[in-house]
């Protein structure tokens, strides 16, 4: 990428405000080391890793590599098999333990977060390292006395010669003859040695050996003869302690060295892994999304916000490389050009790095190529170049790269020279650049370039708002409009004499005011066309919570009426119960009336009469059902050989003929029964209770008829 466009673009400061994000020093490193990816497939990993680890953050799973230091260089000296210091050793310890943790993070949430479980399952599995090096080496970077049995030996012994040595010396203290000697009475070192603050008058009449002074020659520093053995003794086995130490550091650093690539490779990944968490983090706090990513040139950024800005960012809304690929953004100066081009070309980089961008998650990039900026105004003294001459200076490098795949950004095209000349060179750039297909946003005042939007098919025009009322920039980009320089407005406010501006207008030529008045005027239809958008989004809202108000009427009215008709079956329930009751009392008074007459013609008329009243209740019994809209109960169809129980005869028959009318015949035994179905009831049964009961002898003929009321009927 051009070095040059990542500098006017401030991509590193950008890149160091993720950064500030990562917990160690490795992850810092590894974020400030990005550059855009010319693989999309690439970006698209990244972008997914991010996601997860953005997920990993919202479920209350962090990634911290507090502490960690780059230990490469390190690593790689033990691979030549240099001896490292113990500080070294405790930093690769450090990096080991941490690679552990994270591999065990991670890998617990392995489903949720796949591509992150195989990039931990990278980290080396050093426990055995990592074990010796927490066993030999403190957390001050102290060689501990575990480190080896041999230096445990010789530590206890250091330890009992000392003690030794004290002891005598701590004699001499207490003694008033020989403490009155002293500067002071207290034991002190000297070249590794134990010795007392000796008075200088006194340094004939002390039995010792002189090892220092001090500066003023006031005080000697002298060893006692009674310690001189047991000091040798000491030093002898500090020697031993130093050797020792060597020894293990040395046998530290051949571990290290023999597993130099694993470690290594261990460290990048713990670099990716904390750059990957940092770009978590500074999503969720600057509300940063990842952008859709496209092979079709396109660029779309919607509240977008420059990553730079803080406070109150008014966000912009743009795009190019759709139906156009050639944007002209024009306005009055510091109305937002020059940060909306810096706003499209910055985020373009970081997201082709994988980093999620301070805009709506509706946002789209494109893979592109190369990315050129001409922005600024970058006169050199000393190079001799003008302002017109550093901007060509840089035009001229990216013009033979321009294409479908480049993006050039370029403000304030053509200034610097001859207006007209410079109308000139900037229409011919822009129409080489045009017909590449190259994704093309530039900033002009120029109104030929304004001309070159809205006729030039692929190319459009956008305008940076401005507030003629405050002089103040909304920086709302609105395209499809070209902008006004608004030079004369802004000078009559600012109290340029009305005669001078008169002047200046006569000058400029009737021609471009009315080109101003057009502009003008396309910007009140445009505020009239926005203000009726903002009127019907309104009024939408309001049918949308009226519609809202409906559904949650019906749904309680819907609740309401299910209670209803609940109740109501419950109750239909109870007077079909009641029916069932008033029938079977119906029939009780029948029986009774049959059991009182004697001649068959009685009989019929009674039965005729029974059969009439059985009829009403149950039309009644059917009437009330429906009513009270309990469902009706299937009947079961009797066909020819079915068996069935006939209770007042306590015995089990067969059906001989399937059901005609209101009666099915039944055969027990040699007796031929007509029994009637009851179209009510838990199932459809024959209930001898409410069915007339005809006799047959052998020969067919009718023996009596009589009522049942005892049984279901024999239900089969």
């Not at 190019?320 to 070309?345: A, Q, S």
């Not at 030929?448 to 002089?471: I, Q, R, Y």
């Not at 009666?663 to 001898?688: D, N």
Request: proline share 5%; charged share 25%.
């Amino acid at each position: 990428m051009d070095p040059h466009t990542l500098r006017v673009l401030e991509f590193d400061t950008a890149l160091s405000l993720v950064a500030g994000h990562a917990t160690c020093e490795l992850g810092r490193a590894r974020i400030q080391s990005l550059r855009p990816h010319p693989d999309l497939d690439a970006v698209r990993a990244h972008h997914g890793e991010v996601q997860e680890a953005i997920s990993a953050l919202d479920d209350g799973v962090p990634l911290v590599f507090g502490g960690l230091t780059d230990i490469g260089p390190a690593v790689d000296a033990a691979a030549r098999a240099a001896v490292l210091d113990a500080r070294s050793l405790l930093a690769i310890g450090a990096v080991l333990g941490a690679g552990r943790q994270a591999r065990k993070q991670i890998q617990t949430r392995a489903e949720r977060a796949p591509r992150l479980a195989e990039r931990s399952a990278r980290l080396a599995d050093l426990a055995p390292l990592e074990k010796r090096l927490s066993r030999a080496i403190g957390p001050d970077a102290e060689i501990l006395d575990t480190a080896s049995a041999a230096l445990e030996r010789i530590r206890h012994s250091i330890r009992a010669l000392a003690n030794r040595v004290q002891q005598k010396l701590g004699s001499f203290l207490r003694d008033p003859g020989w403490s009155k000697m002293m500067q002071e009475p207290l034991v002190t070192t000297r070249e590794d040695r134990y010795v007392l603050p000796i008075r200088q008058e006194y340094r004939g009449l002390f039995p010792g050996i002189v090892l220092d002074a001090s500066a003023s020659g006031a005080t000697v520093f002298m060893e006692p003869l009674v310690v001189v053995d047991l000091g040798n003794s000491l030093r002898q086995a500090q020697l031993e302690e130093k050797r020792e130490i060597e020894s293990i550091l040395r046998e530290l650093s051949g571990m290290v060295g023999q597993q130099s690539e694993a470690i290594l490779d261990s460290v990048e990944e713990i670099a990716w892994l904390d750059g990957l968490f940092a770009a978590a983090r500074y999503a969720i706090e600057r509300n940063a999304h990842l952008p859709h990513l496209n092979e079709l040139g396109f660029i779309r950024l919607t509240q977008a916000r420059h990553p730079l800005l803080r406070g109150d960012v008014v966000p912009v809304d743009i795009e190019v490389g759709g139906e156009f690929h050639t944007l002209i953004i024009t306005g009055p100066n510091t109305g937002g050009k020059t940060v909306t081009l810096k706003t499209v070309g910055l985020m373009t980089l970081l997201g082709l790095c994988g980093l999620p961008l301070p805009a709506s998650p509706h946002s789209e990039i494109p893979w592109i190529a190369d990315i050129f900026a001409d922005i600024g105004d970058e006169q050199a003294i000393v190079q001799n170049l003008s302002t017109f001459s550093s901007h060509i200076s840089h035009i001229v490098r990216f013009l033979p790269q321009a294409g479908p795949h480049t993006l050039i950004l370029m403000d304030e095209l053509g200034t610097g020279t001859d207006p007209r000349e410079g109308t000139g060179l900037a229409l011919s750039i822009l129409e080489y650049l045009h017909t590449r297909s190259t994704r093309t946003v530039v900033t002009t005042h120029y109104s030929e370039l304004k001309s070159f939007g809205a006729t030039w098919p692929g190319a459009v025009n956008a305008s940076v708002e401005f507030d003629e009322e405050t002089l103040r920039p909304t920086y709302r980009v609105l395209l499809g409009l070209p902008g006004r320089s608004c030079a004369l407005i802004i000078a009559e406010r600012l109290g340029v004499p009305g005669e001078v501006l008169d002047k200046a207008r006569l000058l400029m030529g009737e021609a471009h005011f009315e080109v101003e008045d057009l502009v003008e005027e396309l910007e009140q239809q445009r505020a009239q066309a926005e203000a009726q958008s903002d009127q019907m989004a309104d009024k939408l809202r309001r049918v949308q919570q009226l519609q809202e108000q409906y559904e949650a009427q019906l749904r309680d009215l819907r609740v309401r009426e299910a209670a209803v008709l609940e109740q109501a079956v419950k109750e239909g329930e109870l007077l079909v119960e009641s029916a069932r009751e008033e029938l079977k009392a119906a029939v009780r008074a029948s029986r009774q009336k049959l059991s009182a007459v004697s001649n068959s013609v009685e009989i019929e008329t009674a039965a005729r009469t029974v059969r009439s009243t059985m009829e009403q209740v149950m039309e009644r019994l059917e009437a009330t059902r429906e009513i009270a809209g309990v469902p009706a109960r299937p009947m079961r169809s009797w066909t020819a050989g079915d068996r069935v129980r006939v209770p007042r005869l306590h015995q089990t028959g067969t059906v001989v003929a399937p059901a005609r009318g209101q009666v099915v015949q039944v055969m027990v035994g040699k007796i031929v029964t007509l029994r009637q179905p009851c179209l009510i009831g838990a199932r459809a049964s024959l209930l001898s209770s409410r069915c007339e009961e005809v006799r047959h002898d052998a020969n067919g003929q009718r023996a009596n008829t009589r009522w049942d009321s005892t049984g279901d009927g024999g239900g089969g």
